[in-house]
Each structure stands twice: as structure tokens, then as C-alpha cells.
């Protein structure tokens, strides 16, 4: 038993990884690359060709306002998500081992709905006649019902809620191997709680959160439907204009090159990460 148990991995074995990362991975992105390329038939589908024309569309302030704001909504969010998520998760470290349990799986349990789900309830939780605003005229603090979506604060709120769980997952296992000691010794040495969270933990997890930040950045980078069901057409992410390009434009070229563009967004951000986890 003993021997067989020392006996190495066969190296075929990482072949069936590798081939399944070449079918469903590299053979469509090289596709979409190809189509990137291909000559626009106007009212048509396209012809295969190399041509920059749908890069040079890059330039335009067309998409320069589309890549901004998709960019600077997955920005807002990633900050927004990791300055709820950190003090949020200290907390949960400093809870019961059953405590703990119950919220991780209600955090799961989140995990589990999907975007249309969070999307629709939100819709309706902030519209003018099933939503909050009855609820906030009844306290008086409004004269009348009025609707909050579609608007930036709805959009924003359904990213953080799909994204919030995800940056509480990746803090939680740092959080709760910190040490509770280097806190305490802060304190003792004259620092007030605030000063030594600001100090002596943040410092200690700059690593994390900035790693928490670029998965909720990547993930929201992709999001597709709250922007539609929630947001204004102003606010319509690189996601929904690739569909639109593609489907409803005929323009599968450009929304090729839009897709490729979003893809190297998105392995830029996570290379960055591996960069700073190999340095630290």
C-alpha cells in the first residue's frame, strides 16, 4: 500500500485538463479572434478577411464612453463591496464557531440566485407601486410614492448585492488566521480601537483586499442583465453592447472585438493579482 501510495501521478493525466481547456476555451476564442478580423457585410453577416476596422472603432468616443462606463461601474462596485465586506467579515471572525456557519451559508445560499432573480426582485422591491417607495411614503418621509429604478442607485445596488458574498468568501479565510493578539498590543501600547483596525489590520490584509477588489472588478466587468433591468441605457455596461452589436446591429465583427477586448480586460486584472500574490 505504502509504495503504491509513493508511486507519482502519470503525466497523461494533464492532458484531460488541458484538452478540455483547448475545446472550450482557446478553440472559440480563437474563433472569435478570426471574426474580430472579418470584413463587415453591411445588412449581412461578414466575410472572412483581416481587418483593423473594428479596433479602430476603439478610438471612437462611441466606445470610448461604453469602456468608461463599464470600467467605472465595476470600480464603484469593487470599492463599494470590499469597504462593506472587510469590516463585515472582521466581525464574522470574531463570532461563535455557529454563528459563523449560519452566515456562511446564507452567503451560499445568496450565491445561489441567480442574476435574474436578483435582478427582477429588485425591479420590483424598488418600483412606484410594489416597491419601498409605498412603504417610505406610509412613514411620512416622502409626500408620495416614486420609483427608484430604473437609476445608478439601483444598478449599484444589485451589483453589490450579486458581488458582496464573493468578497466575503475571499476575506474570510485571511480574517479569521489573524492574529487577535496584534490588535490587543496596539491597543495596550495607547492606540484606540479605530487607530489600530486602521493601522495594524488593514495593513496586514492589503494583500486580500486588494485581491477581493479585482475578483469583484472581473466579475462585474461581465455582467449583462442588471444593467438592462435595472440601469438607464447610459449605464449599459460592454457586455450589453456586444450583444447588441452582435444581435440586433448585424455587426459581429465589431462585437467580436469588443468581446476579445473585454476577455484581455479581464486576464489583465487577474494576472496583475497572481503578479502581487508571487511578489508578496
Excluded at 472559440?28 to 472572412?48: D, K, N, Q
Excluded at 476596422?53 to 464612453?65: E, H, T, V
Excluded at 462593506?84 to 445568496?110: D, E, K, N, S
Excluded at 496596539?186 to 486580500?208: D, E, H, S
Amino acid at each position: 500500500m505504502s509504495a503504491r501510495a509513493d508511486r507519482p501521478t502519470p503525466g497523461w493525466l494533464a492532458a484531460i485538463p488541458a484538452a478540455w481547456l483547448a475545446v472550450f476555451f482557446l478553440v472559440p476564442f480563437a474563433i472569435m479572434l478570426g471574426v474580430s478580423f472579418a470584413h463587415r457585410v453591411p445588412g449581412g453577416f461578414y466575410e472572412p478577411g483581416f481587418e483593423l476596422d473594428s479596433y479602430a472603432r476603439f478610438l471612437s468616443p462611441f466606445f470610448g464612453r461604453i469602456l468608461l462606463t463599464s470600467v467605472a461601474l465595476s470600480a464603484g462596485a469593487a470599492a463599494i463591496c470590499v469597504a462593506l465586506a472587510f469590516p463585515f467579515t472582521v466581525i464574522l471572525a470574531r463570532m461563535g464557531g455557529r454563528a459563523q456557519t449560519l452566515v456562511l451559508v446564507a452567503l451560499l445560499a445568496v450565491l445561489s440566485l441567480s442574476e435574474v432573480i436578483i435582478g427582477f426582485s429588485l425591479s420590483t422591491l424598488l418600483s412606484k407601486t410594489a416597491g419601498v417607495g409605498n412603504f417610505f411614503a406610509w412613514l411620512g418621509l416622502i409626500e408620495e410614492s416614486r420609483a427608484y429604478t430604473p437609476s445608478l442607485f439601483a444598478l449599484m445596488t444589485g451589483l453589490c448585492y450579486l458581488a458582496l458574498p464573493y468578497a466575503v468568501l475571499v476575506l474570510y479565510p485571511p480574517v479569521s488566521r489573524l492574529d487577535p493578539e496584534l490588535g490587543e498590543a496596539a491597543r495596550i501600547m495607547g492606540a484606540t480601537p479605530l487607530r489600530a483596525f486602521w493601522t495594524v489590520t488593514v495593513p496586514m490584509l492589503r494583500a486580500p483586499l486588494f485581491g477581493a477588489a479585482i475578483l469583484v472588478f472581473v466579475f462585474t466587468l461581465g455582467v449583462y442583465l442588471l444593467p438592462q433591468v435595472l440601469g438607464q441605457p447610459a449605464h449599459w455596461t460592454l457586455s450589453v453592447h456586444i450583444t447588441d452589436q452582435a444581435i440586433f446591429q448585424s455587426n459581429l465583427p465589431f462585437a467580436a472585438a469588443m468581446a476579445v477586448l473585454l476577455l484581455l480586460v479581464s486576464l489583465a486584472m487577474v494576472g496583475i493579482t497572481l503578479l502581487l500574490g508571487r511578489a508578496r
